[in-house]
């Protein structure tokens, strides 16, 4: 059964940097597609980037590009979003979910058809 936990949030200033973290468990993650999600008050949660776990094929919301970069590192089954310039619309709830490789389809969207969800790390920026 794939497991995954999200860390790093916090407060933080407005144009500051941070990291998240999220750690994955499995048998093999191998066929599977890892994203990054989030939710703000009162918003739909939406995707924000996805990244294969095998062979590391990556995809950003365009509105994300350039201010975000998913990784991930395999040896210690860890999954990264860095996130630059951070805004106070950036304040959300940030969510890791894994999935099958069917999940692509649903990267750019609310998440639905990831079966696997951490409990969230919520990132607040003040401006």
């Known amino acids: ?19 998240l973290s999220c ?14 999600f989030r939710q703000a008050p009162g918003k739909e949660r939406e995707g924000m980037s996805c ?9 950003y919301k365009d509105a994300l590009k350039g201010r975000v970069t998913i990784s991930r590192d395999k040896s210690k089954n860890m999954l990264y979003l860095e996130m630059n310039d951070l805004k106070p619309e950036d304040t959300a709830m940030y969510y890791c979910a894994a999935g099958r490789s069917f999940a692509w389809a649903y990267c750019s969207g609310s998440g639905h058809g990831f079966a696997h969800w951490g409990q969230g790390t919520q990132v607040t920026v003040s401006s």
């Not at 990244?51 to 995809?59: K, L, P, T």
Request: charged residues 15%; without cysteine; hydrophobic residues 40%.
């Open 51 to 59: 990244i294969s776990w095998e062979g590391g094929s990556a995809w």
């Open 23 to 36: 750690t994955a468990s499995g048998p093999t993650l191998d066929d599977y597609v890892m994203g990054w």
């Open 1 to 19: 059964q794939v497991q995954v936990m999200e860390s790093g949030g916090g407060l933080v200033q407005a144009g500051e940097s941070v990291r």
